[in-house]
């Protein structure tokens, strides 16, 4: 009697994952890259080369020691934290949304989020073995108040995540809405996670709130900021809070190479600083470009993307890509994005050929 692969994958891998889909990146050889919210500068060639010689110098025979703790420190003082806080790091955000979920698995933990919203803390959830709890957004994009109150009411979530501007409607949610739903959780005895993966391009923080709410964590990443590849997020909250956290983290889940690059990144904040400056001007020119095109509605952004609708999303989407411009078809992730495309920003010349080619293609 001979087992096939098929048998064994069948017996062994768990029926959710079975049924599952990959997450799909798309192709984007040869065309321009507007899909996924990447800082579309790279070094100037004199830091590429200061930066290999730091990284040749990284003893990667040793497991990650004393430096990822001075990655620790500079963070805390480039994001300025609040005293009283400590922050953990993870292998990027996605890695943090994972451990969240692993340390906050107890029998019928529940996590909620508005949708749609970013799409790892729903997979996590699954994965982990947690109930998820999807909030509808209102058409405009902002909270549903009543809706979140009563869910958080109703379900006691252990975590509610609230994406600080939002993934993938690019808006910053009203304070006052935030607060009341701050202090909701605070009620329940559960946690909340703003998550500022877009922080560079953002108005405002919750970093030095987060100070006055014990139960309130924030989560950025260094991969808007213009380290996508290097994967490096870091979590930050009250310090026995997160001390708890970081009980679940793989004790060397930062490789030495990941610290060492974002270090150097940290020391010229200036010049990451100075691109987010550009691509948020970019992201005014293109704002009213949009706008003024025939049939386009755009949405307000304090993120490196922007959503726009359009006439026909997969028509546009088909089209910028005949013309080389790839971005996200973002209309099937959820019913209130029909229409709907997410553009991330680029350099002025990709943004030229951008606009060209969706009049194109509209
Ligand atoms: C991109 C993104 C992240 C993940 O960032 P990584 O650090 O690259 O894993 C987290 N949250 C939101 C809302 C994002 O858009």
Known sequence: MTVTLADRIAHTIRNDVQSMHAYAVQPSAGLIKLDAMENPFELPPELQRELGARLAR?????????????LRGALAVFAELPAGCSLMLGNGSDELIDLLSVACTKPQATILAPLPGFVLYELSARLRGLRFVGVPLRADFELDEAAMLAAIERERPALTYLAYPNNPTANLWDDAVIARIVDAVGRQQGLVVIDEAYQ???SRTWMQRMAAHEHVLVMRTLSKFGLAGVRLGYLCGREALVQ?????????????LNAEAALFALEHAYEFGRQAALLRDERARLQSAFAAMPGVTTFPSEANMILVRVPDAQRAFDGLKARGVLVKHIAPLHPLLAGCLRITVGTPQENDTLLDALRASL
């Open 58 to 70: 990284v003893p990667i025979n040793r497991y990650p020691g004393a430096r990822i703790d001075e």
């Open 200 to 202: 560079p391009f953002s």
């Open 244 to 256: 708890e956290i970081d009980k679940v983290r793989p004790p060397y889940n930062v490789s030495s």
